[in-house]
């Protein structure tokens, strides 16, 4: 099935310095099905129109399609509709519920985030902090990554936080952390969680309603979907209850110069005219995933991670950082004291795309006491020969660099 696949997404078939691509970059960006390129060019080629109270043909076709993938989402998530915001992606949104939710915070109100967070989900908080002044706590991660779970049900005790916001999984180590968990733990308090879903929207497939967050983020182009759209999830009377972030055209009830009123969640957080076509492709996106069983490419997923894991393990020198048995299926690694970005660009080479560096997540790095590490990121399209090209090239960009 997989191999079959591997036929949908058309960039694998490239070649990289006359070497076959072998693409690990995944929790940077997927790669795109024809069917979202199709869609994408469907829209500009016979479609194209502005969305919402046109009166002629192309607009309300527009708008039906653009709307219809609002419902896709809202069952994807097991949600309502009314209770998904468009964005340009989880930086966005994230930003959006910093902004928002700074009316609720105090004097030494706590925000509880952890080492393992991209920036998106640490810079927003932090301003919010400034302008409030709010603390900001940290869960408690080892030396080598990992999320201590007891004690941080133990900290949101302590702390009794307005706001949790923590990622799903992790971008930079690909850890899966127990939210639920620390979601229920926090329910005594009323703390607003959020959840970070930028990894494991496509990977994990959360049900939202069992998850019991607050809010949920993420960016369409990390599950097959185009760049610059995405979304927010809220539990409405929360939603609906935050001030708008920005203003114009379309989340207008009334406009005139004695004042103006604002329509409700979403549209009230959608201003101007919106990504269309990001959104189109994007349902196609949702399509292709849909049509996939979950359960198996989960444990597909799963098993090309072990086998990674397998063969890396047999390098002397290679040191695995993270939570290696609950993991989405990102490797990130160090090799002795080579660096990253040198192992990367030999790497490449060989067709080989691999991220190096601090992923966004420079306060982990710090925490792990290395300025980086070069990160494998794996995906449903990904098979075993990857892997092996993978490994054979690394033994010689290793040999290159110990000559």
């Known amino acids: 099935m997989i191999e079959q696949l591997r036929k949908d997404f058309p960039l694998l ?21 024809q069917v979202v390129i199709d869609a994408v060019n469907q829209f500009y080629h016979q479609e194209n129109a502005n969305v919402h109270r046109g009166a002629h ?9 653009y709307e219809a993938v609002r419902d896709k989402l809202a069952q994807y998530l097991n949600v309502q ?64 990554g990992v999320l201590d779970q007891s004690a941080a049900i133990e900290l949101i005790r302590d702390t009794k ?15 899966i952390h127990d939210v639920k968990q620390l979601i229920e733990a926090s329910k005594p308090y009323g703390t607003i969680t959020v959840v970070d879903g930028a990894q494991s929207f496509m990977h994990l497939r959360p049900d939202l309603k069992a998850l019991d967050c607050d809010f949920f983020v993420f960016s369409a182009h990390k599950a097959l979907g185009p760049t610059g759209v995405g979304g927010l999830y809220g539990r409405y009377d929360l939603l609906n209850n935050l001030p708008v972030y920005q203003t114009g055209g379309e989340m207008i009830d009334t406009v005139s110069f004695t004042g103006t009123t604002f329509r409700n969640a979403p549209e009230k957080f959608e201003p101007g005219t ?9 349902g196609a996106a949702l399509d292709y995933l849909t049509s996939l069983n979950k359960n198996e490419l989960l444990a597909y997923e799963q098993s090309l991670h072990q086998y990674l894991l397998t063969r890396l393990r047999q390098i002397d020198g290679i040191k695995i950082w993270g939570d290696n048995k609950n993991n989405i299926g990102v490797v ?31 306060p982990l790095m710090a925490h792990l006491n290395i300025t980086g590490t070069v990160r494998v990121s794996l995906a449903f399209y990904n098979n075993q020969q990857d892997i092996d090209s993978f490994i ?12």
């Open 13 to 33: 078939q490239n070649l990289v310095d006359e070497q076959p691509l072998c693409y690990f970059d995944s929790a940077a960006t997927t790669q795109k099905p």
């Open 57 to 65: 043909t192309l607009s309300a076709q527009a708008t039906t399609k």
């Open 81 to 144: 509709r009314n209770e998904v915001v468009w964005t340009k992606g989880a930086t966005d949104s994230l930003n959006l519920l910093a902004y928002g939710l700074t009316n609720i915070l105090g004097q030494d109100d706590v925000i509880v985030l952890s080492p393992l967070e991209h920036h998106a989900n640490i810079v927003p908080w932090q301003q919010a902090a400034e302008k409030t002044g709010a603390k900001i706590a940290l869960l408690p991660v080892s030396k080598e």
């Open 161 to 175: 936080p307005k706001i949790i916001s923590l990622c799903h999984a992790s971008n930079a180590l690909g850890n």
């Open 274 to 282: 919106p990504n269309i076509c990001g959104v189109i492709g994007f």
């Open 332 to 362: 990130s690694f160090t090799y002795k004291n080579e660096h990253h970005f040198d192992i990367a660009t030999l790497l490449n080479s060989y067709g080989i795309a691999v991220r190096s560096g601090h992923h966004c997540t420079q």
């Open 392 to 403: 054979a090239a690394l033994m010689e960009t290793i040999e290159m660099l110990e000559e």
